[in-house]
Structures are given as structure tokens and as C-alpha cells.
């Protein structure tokens, strides 16, 4: 399904899923249907549940997700969030600081930024893992 045949949601619409069998979260301006993944989730269900109805996307990076977990999330992508909605609080009201218009890329764990143009380079992620795992080695 590509972008632009994606149903767009408005966060009125979002927010009414928001039970533990019915669980929309919003990540990089997609919507996810994520209530089947809830009990499979390796961090328990409580941290998506506990957001549920809402825009996940700064949690989502600061964990420190693989790219793995983004292509994984790609798959319980339902729609979009509508254009108009970006930038806005699950309240509708404009949230604080500047939009982060996202569009996920087609071949998978990249993320191009509409603003900016730019790619995030599969060497700067290798990068990250392997300083994790000099980390870890030498901290055994």
C-alpha cells in the first residue's frame, strides 16, 4: 500500500482506541493497529498500553529501537495521520516545537524526512550496534 492510498485518521478517531483489545498508536505519522502485539511486545504490554491513543514516536527513538522493531511496527501500520492533524497533540491542539514530518521509506528500516530530504545512512546504524557491543565486551 503506498502513501498516498493510506487512510487518514484524525486524532478524534485515534484516541477512542485506547483498550487493551483495540489499541491504535500513532509512530512517524502512521497509524498502527498494534492490539494483537500487546502481549508479544519484548518490553511487556504496559509501555505501549500506557500510550495508547497517542503519538508514540519520540518514546519509540528514545528506547533505542532496532530497525528491526520499525520494519516490525511497519506491519500493523492501518492508515496515516491527516495532514491537517500533524503537529497537533492527540487533543488537537499544536503541540509545542516544530512538526516532524516523516515518511517511511519503501525498502524498509530507513526514514526520509520530508523537510530535509535526507536519509539516515545504514553506516551510522551499524555504527551504533557495534558500539553497544564493544560496550558490552568490555563491560562483562
Known sequence: MTQAELTEYTWEEIRKHDKDDDCWVVLYNKVLNVSEWLSQHPGGLDPIKDMSGT?????????????????????????????????????????????????????????????????IPLWQIAVGVLLVLLALYLFH
Open 55 to 119: 503519538d508514540i514516536t519520540n518514546q519509540f527513538e528514545s528506547i533505542g529501537h532496532t530497525s528491526t522493531a520499525l520494519v516490525k511496527a511497519k506491519t500493523f501500520t492501518i492508515g496515516k495521520l491527516k495532514d491537517s492533524e500533524i503537529g497537533k497533540d492527540k487533543a488537537g491542539k499544536v503541540a509545542a516545537g516544530p512538526a516532524e514530518k516523516v515518511k517511511w521509506s519503501e525498502t524498509g528500516n530507513l526514514r526520509e524526512y520530508k523537510d530535509g530530504g535526507g536519509v
